[in-house]
């Protein structure tokens, strides 16, 4: 009898060794990937944190004055969890699906595809918190964040790589070749990282993109680790994380149904 691909999930953990696996082969190139995960968002920090904020000053944010720096630093770390998650679960991922047949030879184990992808994701999550981790740690060193509060921020960035995680294998599940992912980055995350109060305030967008920008996954991770850095608790944080939650399971039904229905072909 033919099963629907858009059935339950049914996981277990055997996802473990698979994702054990990933970080075993990552291990050898765990220096060079960290520099080059973390070498462009510290550019982007200092190129318009110290360059564009020596022009801007301070901005207002809730009625609080900030320094640029700070409002983009704040910015710029969760859109590192956004495309080091990103990055890792298309090229990443597609290379062992597709190129090397990783995950043909791993299911002639008894480990089923739905694990197979449950420990993708998982691994594309780590991989964003090990990134921003770094830059976490760059930002402290160089004294552009005091607050305790950015603590918190931790388990919201690793929130938010996984729910990029989970889109991204939607774009991994339907690529046909590597440059399918560019219609994800330039159509998806580009603009998302514009309209999401990375680099400026929301409030100086159209009122009908900021209604749409509302609801966009990067604008709810901004809104929720701004404000901590800021030594600040989020307004509406309840809403903010259900709408992270809500993308990242509705988006890994999708691509498990998608990359199912891919091998069933």
């Known amino acids: 009898m033919h099963r629907s691909p858009f059935r339950a999930p049914r ?3 055997r996802w473990w060794p698979v994702f054990l696996r990933n970080m075993l082969v990552w291990r050898k190139l765990a220096i060079p990937s960290l520099i080059g995960n973390i070498a462009e968002p510290l550019i982007w920090l200092v190129a318009f944190g110290y360059g564009m904020g020596a022009l801007v000053g301070e901005l207002r944010v809730g009625g609080t004055a900030v320094p640029y720096i700070v409002f983009l630093a704040s910015g710029s770390i969760c859109m590192s969890a956004m495309n080091a998650a990103s990055f890792e679960a298309l090229y990443s991922a597609f290379s062992r699906m597709h190129v090397q047949k990783t995950w043909d030879g791993i299911m002639n184990a008894p480990v089923s595809l739905d694990d197979i992808v449950l420990a993708e994701m998982l691994w594309a999550a780590f991989k964003a ?18 607050s305790p509060k950015v603590l918190v921020a931790w388990p919201v960035l690793l929130a938010a790589g996984i ?5 991204a294998l939607i774009f991994n599940a339907l690529a046909k070749g590597y440059d399918f992912f560019t219609y994800y980055f330039t159509l998806f995350l580009t603009p998302m990282m514009f309209l999401s109060g990375v680099f400026f305030p929301r409030e100086q967008l159209p009122l009908a993109v ?50 199912r229905r891919r091998f069933a072909a």
């Open 210 to 259: 900021r209604v749409v920008s509302d609801w966009l996954p990067l604008t709810s991770a901004v809104e929720l680790v701004r404000p901590l850095f800021l030594d600040q608790w989020p307004a509406d944080a309840a809403r903010h994380l259900l709408v992270l939650a809500g993308y990242a399971v509705v988006s890994f039904w999708l691509a498990l149904a998608f990359t």
């Open 163 to 167: 729910t990029f995680s989970c889109i």
């Open 129 to 146: 918190i090990f990134t921003v981790t770094a830059i976490l740690l760059v930002m402290l060193v160089l004294g552009i964040v005091h």
């Open 11 to 13: 996981l277990t953990s």
